[in-house]
Structure formats: structure tokens, C-alpha cells
């Protein structure tokens, strides 16, 4: 057991949860409560320390209840591992860099970056918070510089209050070990990582068609994507054959001019005599083979399709299987391009383009190819409205293109089936809870299509830190890039010329140019294991290398959401750099809905923010609610649920208090206790400990809180009741002494195994016995409790007690009515049990009068005479 302090202050007269937030967040940072032992995990071995990957959130905006329910659920973790002796690895980051950054600038400062505009040092924006609703077109133009100078400006603030609300929620962080991934430190991280996976041969520069979103004009990766349903409509079109029309069914028909194939499936029989000839595209009349793929459906539509380079990925495969031609039309920015195509030139749909399609966006080319293909006879009857599945940008609202381009790539199993098969096996090393969640991994990774896109074209990230050499034309030479040395790391490419060249030399005939690209933020995240334990910095020599203390890490918490993306990066980067799994446990969180069942989230404009819910309830009460939770299952977000979680609270403060009213108990506690009920509740504190330990080692936290406050409400309603009397001293001094060493014993075990769940409550009642935080105590063990009670004593007296109650309750008396005389009728063992408590029984019934005990199936209290009242029940 725990060892009191001989002196301690005087119980408050009024306890109250009031204030407790800002009392101890306060203390815990002064005294450096959760701070990691650097200096005893570099004594340790790794099997001491325990080592969490946070995650970082995203620093764009407010936190909400979902960051509330999943972070909950790792600190409770965290804080049981440190009851339970492990030297807690336990580090924040802010995710900086990314477009949810930039989107909140545009819109705080009412600007937009531009890479042509030269810097301007004294540059002060017009509006800070206050700009109101505008166009893009509205947006002041800055240089990227001052752009970046922005954006690091916002994070800063908005990192500043989510540690407000995070500290207030008691959340145990060690706050020395944080991070942005925007500091120097990340960067240089990030692009070490990089750079060691170009040389390699594990990353790779590609130009090649890709996914792009028009609005953010960014590539966009396979992970990135979100399928939704896009109203259009059916056309059925006639390309030309000499033996008549060949007629397709296509939603996208401003892509005739990219046509490049007629596709059908090759055991088609429809098509089976045209496989082979070449038909001609109607309007611009040029010739197109007829061929035959796998990948046609022959149920969808006339059973034969376009393809266009490029109108969805079908296209880029039948592309590249087939070996097609590249004819894009469609621009970075979403519209068909200004000059009239080589392939289309001397046709007799040239003028067509010239005139009416060139620079148009591809929903105003649909309208001028229908016009015109119903002007020529090509158009069989009238469009069909549909509903199309598109690919959407998670963050976009229109479809994405694909369009050539020249990007970055890290090799993920997405070309190679055996790298595949290797980074399922990662997976498979990864110990999830719940462990479901494993195949969603495995799923995703046996779905890839293609390599890991890596590179954006934004302003704020981490740069790619490559240059390359311009030949005597001015013309780049991508083959034989210029990489910066390590130690020179971090650089920004754009800022800076490589080592050998003066920044004269920029873009000019045998000088050089620079990366214009960053990386993708999850091409940064994914290193957060590296980042947060100084992977660079560790050489396995130096006495601060803590890495090999903390690597691989023991917890990776986060949303079922990002598996397929910051789960499987991490893995990715892992295998490549380490050839292991980044950590032993991944817990997946679910999510919190709204009333409507929908996921709460910013987009969706439906989230709850935390900071006034904590005022009105209570940082404990909000845990509670989160804790009732279990990993891997979505949950409702439940003001009921909260206010449980406050008066659990309070009656913690109320209970804590009658239990230490007696003051100090002189001697050993345990050698004391002498009575069978205090032996019994006991008996079902030693069951509590063993299920609320083994709830936390199956990560199933709602499983330990409800072990804990079942019996914490069963200790209040009737144990305390029933021994109330005793401990006061009306049997004597021995039984008092008894009745006041379980209440300080069962009080001592119980705030412990609060203590992960609810810290701030705990912590304040723990400070009245003792002078060190209880989030230093130890875990309550079960051999620290006497054994040998029987735990259905109290269950029986309870019982017994609560039918008492029930009478008087039914004869409309007050529960200080005296009991004259009873008979209680209950199996023999139940007799036993309840005579052995049968004084207690008297004091808290008010039993004055005989007891008169028969044998019968089940409990009963009959034959109940009351003082004052004429019948008996």
C-alpha cells in the first residue's frame, strides 16, 4: 500500500471540482510530473521504457470532440504505464505544413502566394482574422516567402491554444520533447529520409500521368482520393467505319480529341470481328484502333469505351498496357489547351477547336462538342441523366483530372508484388487493437495501384532538396539530379543555389535550377518515430543517442481513417530505412458522430469544440465520456455521458472525504482490519484490481473504468452506509479501528485505478494524505490486499439492507424508522453471510428488534414491524 504523509492539510470544507483544471495542470508543469527519464532509459534496457508516436494534429483552425476522444484514450494508456513502472516516452507535435495550412492563411490573411512576386521584407497583410467573405480573385498576390512567413505565423497561434486546451484536458505529454513538423529540425529529418531513399533507389522521379486537382493545382496520391457520386449524363456517340457507325456511350465527350482507342473486352463477341480495324472519331475524323482489354466491362453501357489520355485511371492502364499514344488536352488548370494539337491539325474538326474549345473549361468543351456532334447526325438521341462515381481530392470539391506531369515517387508495392507481400508482412508484425483493424491494412496495401506520390506543388512544406544541372540550351537534365550532403541539411532549393554554383548561376544556360516542389506532408508525418526521437542526430555512439532507447516505438495511436495513409507511410518509410515495423501496438480509434450518426469533422461544419464543454462539465467529466468508449468503434457524442462522469466525480470528492474525516489510522492498515464486511468489500476490491489491470492490457479502457466505478458506487451506496456507525465508534475501538483502515485502504486503491482515467479528481484528493503526485504512485497490485475475505458478504448485507430500505419505503416511514422485529428468508449460505455482518446490518437499517432467519430460494425481508406504524409488511 501507499504510505500517507504524518502531516497533511486540513480537508476542505466544501470540496469541489471548481478550479481543479488550472491548479494542477499548473503544478504538473512546474514539478515536471511527466517528464521521460532520459538519463535512466539510457541505463535501461528498452523493455523499461515505453515509447508513444503521437500524433501530431493538423495546426489549421480548432481542435474538436474527436481529437478529444482518441487523444483521451492514449493518455489514460500513457498514465497506466507510468503506475506500472515504465519510463514513459510521451512527445507532441504540430503538423504544420500541408494545404489545410495554406487554406486557413488565404482565408485569416486574404492573400494567396505566387511564386513569380520577388519578396518583400517589409510586406504587412490587410486584413489578420477580419478579411470577409471574397473570390479568389480578391486574394492579395505575395511571394512564396512571405506566404511561408504567414503560414508559420498562424501555426504558432493556433499550436499556442490547442497546448492551452491540451494541458486543461490533462493530457500527460512530455512537453519537452515537442515538434513541428515545419522546424528545422523535421525538415532536416524529412529530407534526410529523402535523400537516403533517392540514393537507394528506393525513390524516383517519373513523368508520367497523374491524379490533379484544378482548384489547389497539386498532384494528388492514390491515398488521398475519395470516390463521390457526380451528376452528368449518358452520350451515345457514332464513330465512323466503312461499314457503318460504331456507337459508344461515354459522360465525358469533350474528350473526343484525346481519343486514342475503341477498348472492348476481348470475349466480347459483339466486337470479336472489329478487333483489330480502325474506325474514325466523329467531328475531327481521326483514325482510332479498335482493340481489345480485360478491363472492359462488357455490361456497362454499349460494352465498348474510349479511351482518352486521360479521363480516369481505366485510361492510364489500358494506356500503358496497351502501349497507346499520349494525346492530352486537358491542363494543369482544368481547361483544354490554348493551341490546336498536332494530331488534329488538318483535320476537319481543327477549326472546331480553334474556335470553340481551345482554353475552355471541360464542362464548357462538353457543351460545344454536344452541340456539334448533334449538328453532324453524331449524337443518338438525347443525352440520359446518371449519376457517375468520380474521384475527388479528400479536400476538393470538383473531380480530378489526370494530366501529365513530372513528380516524385517512393516505391510502396504498388508495381511490384513483391514489396508487396513484404509490407503486408510489416503489417502483420503490428499488434492492432482491436485486431480487425489489421485487415484494413492489408486490404489497403493489396489495392495499391501505383508508387507513393510524394511531391506537391505548394508553398509550405518541406522543401525537395534537389537541385539540377542546366545544359548549354537552358534545358534541365532530371537524370543526374544535385543532391546536398547531409550535414548541410535542412535547404531549401529555392532559396539557395547547390554546393559549387553561385546563385547567379540560377536558371541560366549551365548554372542550375532548383526543386519547385514540396513534399507531401505524410511524406513528413510518416517520419514522426524518427522526428520525435532524434534518429539524425543518433550515431549509436554519443551518450545523448536515445533513438535506440525509443525505436521501434511501442504505441502508434490514431483514427481507422488514416490507416491507408499515416499508418502505412510510417510502415513504408520504416521497412525502407530500419527493415522493421515502426512500432509493436497501432490502437485505432473510431469516430465521434453528431446526432444525425454522421462523423464529426471541420469539413463537414458539425464538430463540437472542447474548450466550453470543459467549463461546464468538467476536464474529468469529458475523459469519463471518452474513456466509456472502446478502440476501433465510433460513438456518439453524449452530453448524458459527461454529466455521469461529474457526479462520479464529485462523489469521489464526497466519499474521499467522510473516508479520511477519522484522521490519521496509527499503525499498519492492513493488520487492522478484522471485521468480515470490511474483509469482504475488500475481498471485491482484490476482483476490481485484476479486472481494471487486465481492461488496460487489452486496451480496452471502457472495460477498467467500469470494473472501477461499478464497485466505487456499490462501496458508497452501501458499504459506507452499512459501516458508518462503526467507524464513529459505537462498537468499540477495535471495530472502529477495522472500519477506518478499509475506508483508507479502499480509498488509497481506488483513486489509483481512477487516476489514468480521471487525473485532475484524483490528484486533488490524493494531495490531502500526501505530498507526490498519485500520477507517480504505483498501479495497485492484488497481492497488496488482504485475502481470505468473502466478497458475497457484502452483496448479501447490501441486499439485505436495500430490502429494509424497500419496506420502510413501501410503508411511507422515513429510512431512521426503527425496525422492531424481521424475518429474512434466503438460501443458508446467504443466512451466514449476513449474520456475520448483522450488527452493521442493525446500525444502518435502524434494527433495534429481533431478527428472525428461516431457509428459502431466494432473499426476502418479510414480517417487517415498524416503530410507529400499525401494520406490518
Known amino acids: 500500500m501507499t504510505t500517507p504523509t504524518a502531516q497533511h492539510p486540513a480537508l476542505p470544507e466544501r470540496p469541489t471540482l471548481d478550479g481543479l483544471e488550472e491548479k494542477w495542470s499548473a503544478v504538473w508543469q512546474e514539478q515536471n510530473t511527466f517528464a521521460f527519464d532520459r538519463a535512466a532509459a539510457l541505463a535501461q534496457p528498452r523493455e523499461r521504457v515505453f515509447a508513444i508516436d503521437t500524433p501530431p494534429p493538423t495546426a489549421s483552425g480548432s481542435l474538436h470532440m474527436g481529437h478529444v476522444f482518441s487523444y483521451t484514450h492514449t493518455d489514460c494508456m500513457a498514465r497506466y504505464k507510468r503506475m506500472v513502472g515504465y519510463n514513459v516516452f510521451y512527445p507532441i507535435g504540430w503538423d504544420d505544413n500541408g494545404l489545410p495550412t495554406e487554406k486557413r492563411v488565404q482565408n485569416y490573411y486574404g492573400v494567396r502566394g505566387d511564386a513569380a512576386l520577388p519578396y518583400d521584407p517589409d510586406f504587412q497583410p490587410a486584413h489578420r482574422g477580419t478579411a470577409t467573405a471574397r473570390k479568389a480573385s480578391d486574394e492579395q498576390p505575395i511571394s512564396r516567402q512571405n506566404f511561408i512567413e504567414l503560414c508559420d505565423e498562424v501555426t504558432v497561434k493556433d499550436e499556442l491554444a490547442y497546448e492551452s486546451l491540451f494541458r486543461r484536458l490533462g493530457l500527460s505529454f512530455d512537453w519537452s520533447i515537442s515538434y513541428r513538423t515545419i522546424d528545422d529540425h523535421s525538415r532536416a529529418t524529412s529530407q534526410q529520409a529523402f535523400l537516403r531513399n533517392v540514393t537507394r533507389g528506393e525513390a524516383y522521379q517519373s513523368l508520367a500521368p497523374g491524379l490533379w486537382d484544378v482548384t489547389f493545382q497539386t498532384a494528388v496520391a492514390q491515398a488521398e482520393l475519395e470516390a463521390r457520386e457526380y451528376p452528368g449524363h449518358y452520350y451515345r456517340i457514332a464513330f465512323h467505319a466503312a461499314d457503318g457507325p460504331l456507337y459508344i456511350e461515354t459522360t465525358r465527350p469533350e474528350l473526343i480529341p484525346a ?22 472519331s466523329p467531328l475531327f475524323g481521326v483514325e482510332i484502333p479498335v482493340l481489345a482489354h480485360p478491363a472492359a466491362e462488357p455490361d456497362k453501357g454499349a460494352g465498348i469505351a474510349m479511351c482518352c489520355t486521360f479521363g480516369d485511371l481505366t485510361d492510364v492502364l489500358w494506356w500503358r498496357e496497351l502501349q497507346l499514344p499520349t494525346r492530352s488536352v486537358i491542363t494543369r488548370t482544368g481547361r483544354l489547351q490554348q493551341e490546336c494539337p498536332e494530331w488534329l491539325a488538318g483535320t476537319p474538326g481543327a477549326q472546331l477547336y480553334d474556335g470553340q474549345l481551345a482554353g475552355k473549361t471541360a464542362f464548357g468543351a462538353r457543351e460545344a462538342i454536344v452541340a456539334a456532334l448533334r449538328k453532324a447526325g453524331d ?495
Open 259 to 280: 481519343v486514342v482507342a475503341l477498348i472492348a473486352h476481348p470475349d466480347d463477341e459483339r466486337y470479336a470481328g472489329r478487333f483489330g480495324t480502325t474506325v474514325r
Open 379 to 873: 449524337l443518338d438521341g438525347e443525352p440520359t441523366p446518371t449519376q457517375r462515381m468520380a474521384n475527388f481530392y479528400e479536400r476538393g470539391d470538383k473531380p480530378l483530372e489526370i494530366v501529365t506531369s513530372r513528380q516524385w515517387y517512393i516505391r510502396n508495392g504498388g508495381r511490384e508484388v513483391d514489396l508487396n507481400d513484404k509490407l503486408i508482412g510489416i503489417g502483420q508484425a503490428v499488434s492492432f487493437h482491436p485486431p480487425y483493424m489489421q485487415a484494413r491494412y492489408s486490404n489497403w496495401v493489396a489495392g495499391l495501384n501505383g508508387d507513393w506520390l510524394v511531391s506537391r506543388q505548394r508553398f509550405f512544406g518541406v522543401p525537395i532538396p534537389v537541385w539540377y544541372p542546366l545544359d548549354d540550351d537552358g534545358e534541365p537534365n532530371y537524370e543526374a539530379p544535385i543532391l546536398p550532403a547531409e550535414r548541410d541539411l535542412p535547404v531549401d532549393p529555392a532559396a539557395s543555389p547547390p554546393t559549387g554554383y553561385a546563385e547567379e548561376q540560377r536558371g541560366v544556360p549551365g548554372g542550375f535550377i532548383g526543386d519547385p516542389d514540396v513534399l507531401d506532408t505524410w511524406a513528413t508525418s510518416s517520419l514522426t518515430p524518427q522526428i520525435a526521437g532524434g534518429w539524425r542526430n543518433a550515431d549509436g555512439t554519443g551518450s545523448e543517442d536515445i533513438f535506440a532507447k525509443v525505436f521501434p516505438m511501442d504505441l502508434r495511436p490514431q483514427a481507422h481513417d488514416i490507416i491507408r495513409t499515416w499508418l502505412f507511410a510510417t510502415a513504408v518509410r520504416s521497412f525502407w530505412e530500419h527493415g522493421t515495423a515502426p512500432w509493436t501496438h497501432a490502437a485505432i480509434s473510431g469516430f465521434i458522430l453528431d446526432p444525425d450518426r454522421k462523423k464529426m469533422s471541420k469539413s463537414r461544419g458539425n464538430v463540437v469544440t472542447p474548450e466550453d464543454v470543459v467549463k461546464e462539465h468538467s476536464a474529468d467529466a469529458l475523459r469519463y465520456w471518452a474513456c466509456s468508449g472502446r478502440l476501433g468503434t465510433d460513438a456518439a457524442y453524449d452530453v448524458g455521458q459527461m454529466k455521469v462522469g461529474r457526479r462520479l466525480a464529485i462523489k469521489v470528492l464526497n466519499a474521499s472525504k467522510f473516508a479520511l474525516s477519522f484522521g490519521d489510522v496509527d499503525g499498519e492498515l492492513l493488520a487492522q482490519v478484522s471485521d468480515p464486511l470490511d474483509r469482504a468489500v475488500l475481498a471485491q476490491l482484490r476482483e476490481v484490481v485484476t479486472r481494471a489491470s487486465a481492461g488496460f492490457e487489452s486496451w480496452d479502457y471502457s472495460r477498467s473504468l467500469d470494473a472501477t466505478e461499478s464497485f466505487f458506487w456499490t462501496f458508497c451506496d452501501h458499504y459506507l452506509e452499512l459501516v458508518k456507525d462503526r467507524a464513529y465508534g459505537s462498537r468499540g475501538a477495535a471495530e472502529a479501528a477495522s472500519a477506518r483502515a478499509t475506508l483508507r485502504i479502499v480509498l488509497d486503491v481506488v483513486l489509483r485505478l481512477l487516476a489514468p482515467l480521471m487525473p485532475y479528481v484524483t490528484e486533488e484528493v490524493w494531495s490531502w494524505t500526501h505530498d507526490s503526485s498519485i500520477h507517480r504512485a504505483s498501479w495497485p497490485e492484488v497481492e497488496q490486499i488482504p485475502a481470505g475475505g468473502d466478497p458475497g458478504v457484502l452483496t448479501s448485507v447490501s441486499a439485505a439492507l436495500a430490502a429494509v430500505r424497500k419496506a420502510k419505503s413501501e410503508a411511507k416511514v422515513g429510512m431512521r424508522t426503527e425496525v422492531t422485529a424481521m424475518t429474512i428468508a434466503a438460501p443458508e449460505g446467504v443466512l451466514a453471510q449476513i449474520r456475520s455482518a448483522e450488527p452493521d446490518l442493525r446500525a444502518a437499517g435502524r434494527v433495534t428488534g429481533e431478527i428472525t432467519y428461516a431457509e428459502s430460494p431466494e432473499l426476502i425481508i418479510r414480517d417487517v414491524h415498524l416503530e410507529m406504524a400499525a401494520a406490518s409488511t
